[in-house]
């Protein structure tokens, strides 16, 4: 029987913000944590009875509750300060030094909890020349160096979408860093900052290609190697019904079971002319000559269950909506004793996001974590929770 989710009781307060540090907040919420979104207030809108709220813009929303807070009211930031206490992560998603200026940096809430591990996710490197400047993801990409080796040959570099710098290199990574503080707490009984950005973890990510530019696999311009469009055996193609189909038939074997479900085997291109690339163009123009003459449908039933590494390009719409394509979200990973939450258990199914309301589910969270009630912990100002002050003795 499987137990309890590997991450549960423990708490995340998650500064509100866009992409990476939601995305953080996602995994951690998936994985069993306690996740509460420190939202802006606004008056008259937020932990107003009888008024729905605002939604806010993230909608990487599953499981996360809300609270409104000002933050530049005394109230508001001791109210951050005193849920700190006995939280066990921060997520802090801004530029460098702005929760530094409104008393909330590591330093102030390390010593109000030395167990407390401060995670925090920039785009530029804190000590770099970009430190202060604002970017998105094709930026990050872009001086990381990993963006140079997107795109077609003869084309200008082309970002894909913002997944590798503001999701795979920013919210994964600094996933990967507030378990490794989690593990290292274990042992050492402190917290510690745990410091994220999108150039290092993009780059990082980007270690084998670019490796593979000193090596025959990678040292051509862009869009003529091996792994990047160049070779006609991995690559994408069009078929008839202006569909596509990925082929990746690197390894001898799954290349010749390509040629053979292609009916080319006649052209002569064995699994040694093959790495000729004075043939590639000859090869690539037969390739899509032929896709082009079967539909994406067709082609899956020639290659289903074969490996010739020929497989359709799905489409988001497709899997959500066609139960044989194995569409069903799932967790990031797998535990067999201590599982994640399944993604369908909420609404959306991982197709839909719901956003959540600013100070939505924040005051029943704030009675579960820390037994809290408003009237007597916190109240509301101008929209905003803040700590009730409490008479000196």
């Not at 570099?157 to 996933?175: E, T």
């Not at 690559?235 to 596509?244: F, I, S, V």
């Amino acid at each position: 029987m499987a137990g309890a989710p590997p991450l549960q009781g423990l708490k995340v307060l998650e500064f509100a913000g866009l992409a990476p540090g939601p995305f953080a907040g996602l995994l951690l919420a998936d994985a069993g944590a306690s996740v509460l979104r420190i939202d802006r207030a606004i008056p008259g809108a937020t932990h107003a009875p009888g008024v729905e709220p605002p939604a806010g813009a993230d909608g990487l929303t599953r499981r996360k509750s809300s609270v409104a807070v000002d933050l530049k009211a005394a109230g508001g930031a001791a109210l951050v300060r005193e849920l700190a206490r006995t939280a066990d992560v921060v997520i802090d998603p801004f530029r460098p030094g702005v929760l530094e200026r409104l008393g909330l940096g590591p330093d102030v809430l390390a010593r109000v909890n030395p167990r407390l591990i401060y995670a925090r996710m920039t785009g530029f490197r804190r000590d770099g020349k970009y430190a202060a400047m604002a970017g998105h993801d094709i930026n990050y990409l872009a001086v990381s160096g990993v963006l140079s080796m997107l795109g077609r040959a003869g084309d200008k570099p082309h970002p894909p979408v913002n997944i590798l710098g503001d999701f795979a290199g920013g919210g994964a990574v600094l996933f990967q860093g507030i378990l490794m503080a989690v593990i290292a707490r274990e042992r050492t009984g402190r917290g510690q900052v745990v410091e994220a950005n999108m150039v290092d973890g993009a780059s990082y990510l980007a270690t084998f290609p670019r490796l593979a530019l000193k090596t025959p696999t990678g040292n051509r311009p862009r869009g003529e190697n091996q792994l990047d469009g160049g070779c006609p055996f991995y690559d994408t193609y069009e078929t008839r019904d202006g569909k596509y189909v990925s082929v990746g038939a690197l390894e001898p074997q799954f290349y010749a079971a390509l040629i053979e479900g292609l009916g080319l085997a006649h052209r002569g291109w064995d699994r040694t002319t093959r790495w000729d690339r004075g043939v590639w163009p000859e090869m690539k123009a037969a390739f899509e000559t032929v896709f082009k003459s079967k539909t994406r449908s067709e082609w899956e039933t020639v290659f289903d269950g074969t490996d010739a590494c020929c497989l359709p390009v799905l489409e988001y719409g497709e899997l959500e909506n066609d139960p044989t394509r194995e569409g069903d979200q799932r967790p990031i990973v797998t535990l067999r004793e201590t599982p994640c939450l399944a993604i369908d258990e909420v609404s959306g199914r991982g197709y839909e996001a719901r956003p959540l309301g600013l100070g939505e589910g924040g005051e029943k969270a704030l009675e579960k974590w820390f037994g809290f009630s408003n009237g007597r912990d916190f109240h509301v100002e101008k929209g905003g929770l803040v700590l009730k002050s409490r008479p000196k003795l």
